[in-house]
DNA sequence: CTGCATCCAGGCGGATACTG
DNA sequence: CAGTATCCGCCTGGATGCAG
């Protein structure tokens, strides 16, 4: 969902509704976060960091986020084609909740394996791990 | 989504991924943040709370937070029939993330509205306001 | 390499009516 | 008061193929 299309329903939404429009949905968050641990990425790379991401989705996510102006753009007119992306100033801003949340859900994860007895396969999760939480 | 079912596919999941899965959706972070600025409230005072949310909404949600443990559930069977809400100990460790998230919109909001210069209703801004930003 | 176009399924959430 | 039950539209997101 675009900016502009949210402040016409501005009035009816609240604070915390309008942060979740526009860094909700499947990948918004993730994008952003490995943005930050990362710095500077291409397209490509940043696929391979979602393994489950979609052409479609990507690109549709890295154009929201861009319109409203949380990543930063950056084309090289080669061949091949080549761009960078990078967060935006009002995009870093976001960074620290990301990181409040990433470190609740890390304690989570671990109760939830301890309680529930669950996630053996040790190796994927730390293919996951060393994907995902990087510090 | 409940919270079993995410650990069965945590392994592919990150951190950021499994947080969003849980306090993602329309409504969970808004009922969090309502929870915690007026403590306990019940079923039909949420509702007011949230005008545009449907019972069916409202209680599959609230199902939802408490099958994950984020909110406390607590009945009196009376008649007419009582229940009231309240955060749970895991749910109060993520106001600081949405409050977080809540001071970032105000003031993306405020500026969105003083660049694109929309946002006339100052009345229903008001009444949104003294709903959602009360402090 | 970095996308865009098209088609399609599943599920989130809405509307409405009913109940202990 | 605090929900259930049912039906349904829409939109998110997936799969595939094509293009500059």
């Given at each position: 969902m675009k900016k502009d299309e949210l402040l016409t329903q501005a009035n009816q939404l609240c604070a915390v509704d309008y942060a979740f429009k526009r860094i909700g949905g499947k990948y918004k968050a993730r994008i952003l976060w490995y943005l930050d641990m990362r710095g500077v990425l291409r397209y490509g790379e940043l696929r391979r960091t979602l393994p489950d991401i979609t052409t479609k989705m990507l690109t549709q996510t890295l154009r929201e986020l861009e319109e409203d102006k949380l990543i930063l753009r950056?084309?090289?007119?080669?061949?091949?084609?080549?761009?960078?992306?990078s967060l935006s100033e009002t995009g870093q801003e976001l960074i620290p909740f990301?990181?409040?949340?990433?470190a609740w859900a890390k304690k989570q994860i671990e109760m939830d394996a301890l309680s529930v007895g669950k996630v053996k396969d040790e190796r994927t999760a730390a293919v996951c791990k060393s994907v995902c939480d990087t510090e």
């Amino acid at each position: 969902m675009k900016k502009d299309e949210l402040l016409t329903q501005a009035n009816q939404l609240c604070a915390v509704d309008y942060a979740f429009k526009r860094i909700g949905g499947k990948y918004k968050a993730r994008i952003l976060w490995y943005l930050d641990m990362r710095g500077v990425l291409r397209y490509g790379e940043l696929r391979r960091t979602l393994p489950d991401i979609t052409t479609k989705m990507l690109t549709q996510t890295l154009r929201e986020l861009e319109e409203d102006k949380l990543i930063l753009r950056k084309m090289y007119h080669e061949v091949p084609a080549k761009v960078e992306y990078s967060l935006s100033e009002t995009g870093q801003e976001l960074i620290p909740f990301i990181a409040h949340l990433h470190a609740w859900a890390k304690k989570q994860i671990e109760m939830d394996a301890l309680s529930v007895g669950k996630v053996k396969d040790e190796r994927t999760a730390a293919v996951c791990k060393s994907v995902c939480d990087t510090e």
